[in-house]
């Protein structure tokens, strides 16, 4: 207890220095809670982006080998109707596991008015499921403004009308039809898509402007088209679909959901693979977008740990000057090095656990103050604003807590190590305290 | 020097004109006579080891054609039709014909603008490259450039028998001036224009020149002169 | 003998220069002995203090501590050889300024496990009174004299109960007649407690007052 109490008191013989470290430790700690608020926010985004907006769910299944392949040759790749109803046995086994799955097929074409056209690439979808996708908790929690409100509130148009398509507002202009939709007159809304079908034949569907989306990125905002999963199919004459998506209860079952899957379908003798959202071909986007924002996070960490470390071995090196004569003292009467470190090491945490309190308080506000003044921004690559969230979570948290502990106890370490070793005479006879 | 001048611009025009009546006469044998033609269309493909067929009833006049797809069942009843240098696209499930691109792969290596007559001499701006003699015939060989780009190839290098006026071999460039495609022609048809039989085109082969396994050979089956209704080009009777 | 001292030797390295401060010195000290070490500056006194506290280590020789050899033992042992076993007083007192006069007192005795906080209690108390000081218990050493301060030193060396006390020079920085108080003070605890006490000074007042005089020049006993 007697070490507590003197380090304590330590702490106030230069109250100036022990509140400047402490801003230091303080500051760093509300920067590092506030990059993992940033990055964690990120996180849980593109997670339920690329899961439910992106339809790839949180498994995917596709024929072997089939993710790039599919697009150079669609015939060879496609999940036939057999093999689908393979499937459909399998994932009735792991109903319990499952929350629903979505069929989807994607293809390339043209989008024609009569007057205009312009390439697209599509995404089919199972009307029901896009609608489910698009109203889901996880979306309406993480993503709220990555998705317009009228693709939300109509996404149940594709069930009541599977000839509609929604396109974006890039698209819609370079065909000449600018949203809303509703202004055209049924002739108007007329469009055709124009594609090749598997067997390499022109081919062409009827459909009508309907709905408007937006896909989040600049560069694919010109191409996008979303088109029910009949319509596409009988654009490219197939029954067939390009993968299955699997949308879980439980995200963290990912992994034994997976592991179940590829062993079910080995017994089944279907050459599928699976993957997760997170693999880093299906999920490149998030793999990588994620892998970037991580680095960018682990430069600022270290140059935070960096100014902290600095900051601890500074201070705690200025007070084991002043302080030669008093530790000699200390080692003379019998103190050994292991309580002279355990010392300024108590000295240093006393001071640490008060500045990240601190720093937690002030982060949590200007986490807060951040949330409120509902700060929009336009990321690179990215079409339209989304809203600066900042989230923090306990255990992330404590977790830096801990980190920034560590930092400090190494620091003092480093600074006191030398001292330790040094002749008691020669300390006895500095001069200072 | 001006005589030079008026001797070689005489030159040049005489080339130029002989060009252009050596390119009018092959197009008579590739569709390009009389008041209709019509005749059986089909193309056998092979490509990336795969083969296909596809069957079409042609009928043309003029710039115009019609060509109706016959085969395989799952094509049945698809219409393709052509005015002057524009094409159309239409099945009965589509409301409304779609425009398309007469460079558009139709199958295999043969395009959409290849199923119909050819009036090079109406599209093409000819010159004439050199002469060539291939199995102790003369050949005329053509560099032809389109005069615009809607048309199926921008540059074609074609080579016309100087005997038979027949083009037996055209060479399809793209813009850098490479052949991606190459056609060989047969002749073993015949129709009658103004009274007199003709021969006519019985056979197009055409192989990809980068993968020469890759080849589509379309085959002219019983073309006969026809008096064709021009209602029958009219898009707009396509619409449901 | 409570010290043995035996062909002590220790070299220093000012620089390039190599400083002999002791030359093959030996020396004992029997328990309860009140002894003074006496020389010139530079003849090595402090150096011999340093290496029978266990301060720093000889370059040869040995320094037998109550029967132990303090040569071969490591820096933690050392440690408690001088927590149990010595008390020290310095010429500068070097108090913890932000520790009272009770807990300055107590500070060798926190190490020990085999002590209880009752016993400390006491015998801090015990310390702290036997210098005259029990009523300055809760006070800080910023506010007492410089005379009060040497005092709470020599409690704070007493309160482990050792067998030696080591003083540099413990009236240096003190006035004639507080010198003579502290001196006193030390005659008392050598007489009432047993304690052997070796000093160094230049005191004359302290030296003529001692039991026995080690007269020490260029790192040898004369």
Redesign the interface.
Known sequence: M??W??AY??L??NKRRSLATGLAIGAGFVGLLLISAYLYRAQLALQASTVYLNNKGHLALFKKDSIFEFTYRPSRYIITLDEQNKIAEILKDLDADIEFTGRYLTGTGLI?N?TK?TPFIATAVEPEVYNRTLNHSEVNTWTPDWVFPETVAHAGKFIENPKLVSITESMAILIGKEPPFSKYNEDER?I?L?G?TF????????SELGLRHTTGMALAEDTSLVVSLSQLQALY?TDGIQYWAIFLKDASNIKRVQKELQKKIKEKNINIDVYPYYDDEWGAYYVGSLGFLFVIACFFVVLICGAVVLSVVNTTTLGIFERH??I??????????R?IYSLFWKENLILSLIALSAGYICAEWIASAVNAANIKFQPPGTQGDIRFVLITKIQITLALGFIVLLINFISTMIAVRRTTKA???NL?SASG? | MKTLLLFLIATFTLRAETALDLLKESDRARGAVGDGLSWNLTIDTEEDGEASAREFDVKVKDADAYVEATGPARNKGEVYIFNDRNMWFYKPTLKKPVAISARQKLTGQAANGDIASTNYSRDYEPTIEKTEEINKEKFFVLMLKAKTNTLTYDKIRYWISAKTKLAMKAEFLNLQGKAFKIGELSYKNSVKDEGKSIPFVSELKITDAKFPKNVSIIRYKNPKAEKVSTSIFNVNNLSR | MIVEVKNLYKTYELGETKIEALRGLNLSLAAGEFTALIGASGSGKSTLLNLIGCLDRPDQGEVVIAGQNTSTLTEDQLSEIRNLRIGYIFQAFNLVPVLSVFENVELPLVLRADVTPAQRKERVLRALDDVGLSTFVNHWPNKLSGGQRQRVAIARALVTEPSLILADEPTANLDSKTAHMIIDLLLEMNKKRNVTFLFCSHDEKLINRVQKIIRISDGKLI
Do not use: C, H
Request: overall charge positive.
């Open positions: 007697w070490s109490i003197l008191r330590n106030g013989r024609n009569q056209s007329n055709q124009i090749k067997y390499g034949d022109l081919n062409a569907v009827d004459a004569k008093e000699g003292t200390l080692r003379a009467t019998g103190f050994p090095p309580a002749n008691i005479v006895l305290g």
